[in-house]
């Protein structure tokens, strides 16, 4: 279960440039809400060499509609290749029929 959540984890950092550019908020904008300075952001953006608290402070910073679809969007894509049951194999598991 754990590896999960760094599997996760480490996709997010791996969308987070997308992210920023499907926002729509200017970098200087989004560098001076975190508190750095834009060179440093650029810099931060290109390395993908985020903290922890800097990535849920950016995605509070950038949360808007198109954000959250564009991350429902990668996470589908995440589960194409995930193996499925119809509803009456599953019903025929749980033993419901």
Not at 45 to 67: F, Y
Request: no cysteine.
């Amino acid at each position: 279960m754990q590896i999960h959540a760094v599997i996760q984890y480490k996709n997010l950092l791996q969308h987070l440039a997308s992210i920023i550019d499907v926002s729509g908020y200017r970098h200087d904008y989004i560098a001076k809400k975190l508190g750095i300075k834009p060179q440093n952001f650029s810099v931060k953006k290109q390395r993908v060499s985020w903290t922890p608290d800097e990535v849920e402070k950016l995605l509070s910073i950038v949360a808007n509609e198109d954000v959250e679809d564009y991350l429902m969007l990668q996470h589908m894509r995440s589960l194409e290749n995930e193996e499925t049951i119809s509803l009456d194999a599953f019903k025929k598991e749980m033993g419901w029929k």
